[in-house]
């Protein structure tokens, strides 16, 4: 098998490339990546040099580009994580997360028309479901439920899918999407709340909690995504949407709560901030679907996740020193100066 990666030098694209390396030697792996603030290749190193490893810096939604590469490497599968990812950025400015997620994902999907593959999977979020009351812990997203969107970001991949299945329809294109909770574990970058926390937890600077911190995450392991997505990779899965969570639902604060603890910093580092706009309150996943056609079950239990992650920034602070070090700062002073 021939695979194109996109987005894959990002944190979930990289666990990715190396869960796939890892489990299927045999195949050729190319990642396509603009390299935008979020894309890393320090994290590429350990695959760099292997012979079935290929790295292409380049912009999904450039199509000569694009076309350039189909045409070369004649990929059997594709699977499309480039994205712009962060909520707060896309409420800041929202023109590239339409270029990139949703222009992006045409480009690459006309591309697999025009040379064929065997499977396009789109990989896509549970915020496209909108968000779920605080009040009504009986309820989950499930796979059947209208699309809505309350940020740039998820209005973005909401578009991305419903095309995505437009071209299903009407191409016939061999497509699969997957959407997902949220993700933790090595190389998420530090704007994202878990390593965010993380990495202020160290310095003692004070913890930035939006609004009242009960709005609510469904957390996964992101080695469970990625086998999520191999699974359905490899199965009988064309056409079909699959949901990926693990019934781990914590509120912000909780969360929060059990990083400080883990380092041994005070609760007092604790600060509430003005609210995210349009604030989804919770997530929560039915993974019954993915459990019941592909025999998918999380491996990895939040205590163990977390620990484990936390052990990582720990082990790794050369990785996301160097990006907070940087214009990451601006970011910063923008984002939370004023909050
Ligand atoms: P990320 O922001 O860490 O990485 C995105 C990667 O895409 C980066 O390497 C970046 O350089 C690359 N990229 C951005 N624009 C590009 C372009 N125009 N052309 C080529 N490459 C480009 O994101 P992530 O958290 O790893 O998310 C990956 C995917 O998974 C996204 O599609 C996201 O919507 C989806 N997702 C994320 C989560 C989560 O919790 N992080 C959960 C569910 C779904
Ligand atoms: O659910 C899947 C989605 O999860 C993915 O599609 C997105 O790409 C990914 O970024 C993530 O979106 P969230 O908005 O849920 O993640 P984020 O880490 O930005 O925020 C998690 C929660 O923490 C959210 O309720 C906002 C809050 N938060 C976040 C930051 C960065 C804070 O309270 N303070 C912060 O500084």
Redesign the pocket.
Known sequence: MNILV?????????NFVFYYLREHPEDQLTV?????????LQTLQPVMEQENFHFVK?????RETVFALFEEKKFDIVV???????VDRSIEDPG?FL???IL?TQVLMDAARAFGVSRFHQ?????VYGDLPLDRPDLFFTEDMPLTASSP?SAS?ASADLLAMAYHRTYGLPVSIS??????GP???PE?LIPLMIANALADKPLPVYGTGENVRDW?YVED?CRAIDLILRGDAVGRVYNIGGHNEKTNLDVVKTILKQLGKPESLITFVGDRKGHDLRYAIDPAKIHADLGWLPQTDFDTGIRQTIDWYLENKEWWETIISGEYQQYYEKMYGNR
């Open positions: 996109t987005g894959g030098a990002g944190f979930i694209g990289s396509l990546d603009a390299l935008t603030y979020a894309g890393n380049g912009d999904v939604a450039d499309n994580f480039a994205a712009e990812s962060h590239v270029r990139t997620n992006g990989v896509g979020t549970d915020e970001y991949k959407r997902c909770s949220n993700n933790y190389y998420q970058f994202k996964l995504h």
